[in-house]
């Protein structure tokens, strides 16, 4: 009865959660502006998509470009950050995770003003590289509590016999504590991939040539429309656009994904 009871909990989520992009797809497809005799199914809103601005190719290479910087800073960082906190012993190793953590607390668009400031004087404002860099600093607290945590808990046993048998740390590190914290590391770059893939406000902010907007930029462009008219089959369009990528890399992710809530990347 118990097992029943989350089959059918599970699945009423599961609609509850596709529901509104199943939609969104069915809306894409049908209507006076998805079919050139204006009834039935068609594409011609994924037509006038593909058309608009710089090309729905381009803005979707833009977006890929700053998500593969995001993502790649931050598992970098947060993986060699979150071994030195956990396993390195330094004066101020407590606060330091701490106060890291606190500015989870900070909203993120408070420091929006000095980055940009900053991107000026490295000669990265209006870059696709720039606006990566950004989006993994806000990434950065949240991927340390979730690597550190990850590495905390590893046997210690496994990194001393790697000592033991001749790996430096280094090597210890890069052929064993690694693929324990595997789960964790795919964790916070998935984080990584969504919020990057799905931001607004910093594109806003940090890009002024058209042809560098990522798409959620794109499509806010798109739905202001010309004279305020909007294009809502083309906006129903980039809807689908956007979010058929998180789906697929979720769905290749999402075993990693679950071990590494489930393996102790959350437990203090």
């Excluded at 593969?68 to 030195?84: E, N, S």
């Excluded at 190793?93 to 420091?111: H, Q, S």
């Excluded at 890069?174 to 595997?182: M, T, Y």
Aim: net charge positive; hydrophobic share 55%.
């Amino acid at each position: 009865m118990r097992t029943t009871g989350l089959h059918v909990t599970s699945a009423a989520l599961a609609v509850l959660f596709l529901l509104p992009l199943l939609w969104t797809l069915y809306s894409s497809l049908t209507g006076r502006q998805a079919a050139a005799d204006g009834r039935g199914w068609g594409v011609a809103n994924y037509q006038r998509l593909a058309e608009y601005g710089s090309g729905l190719g381009s803005y979707l290479v833009n977006t890929a470009v700053v998500a593969l910087v995001a993502v790649t800073v931050t598992v970098v960082t947060t993986t060699l950050g979150g071994y030195a906190v956990a396993r390195l012993p330094f004066p101020g190793r407590n606060l330091l995770f701490l106060v890291t953590l606190a500015i989870l607390m900070v909203p993120y668009t408070t420091i929006l003003v000095p980055l940009y400031i900053l991107l000026g004087w490295l000669g990265l404002q209006n870059s696709l590289v720039g606006l990566g860099l950004v989006l993994a600093v806000l990434q950065l607290p949240f991927g340390l509590f979730m690597m550190r945590n990850s590495f905390a808990a590893l046997p210690v046993e496994l990194e001393e016999a790697a000592l033991v048998d001749g790996c430096t740390v280094g090597g210890a590190l890069r052929r064993v504590l690694l693929r324990g914290v595997l789960p964790g590391i795919v964790t916070v770059a998935l984080f990584s991939f969504l919020a990057a893939w799905n931001e607004f406000v910093a594109p806003l902010i940090f890009l002024t040539d058209g042809a560098k907007f990522t798409l959620p930029l794109a499509l806010f462009n798109l739905q202001s429309g010309s004279l305020g008219s909007v294009d809502f089959g083309a906006l129903q369009a980039g809807v689908v656009a956007s979010a058929l990528p998180c789906v697929a890399v979720f769905l290749v992710l999402q075993r990693y994904y679950v071990r590494g809530f489930s393996s102790g990347a959350l437990k203090g």
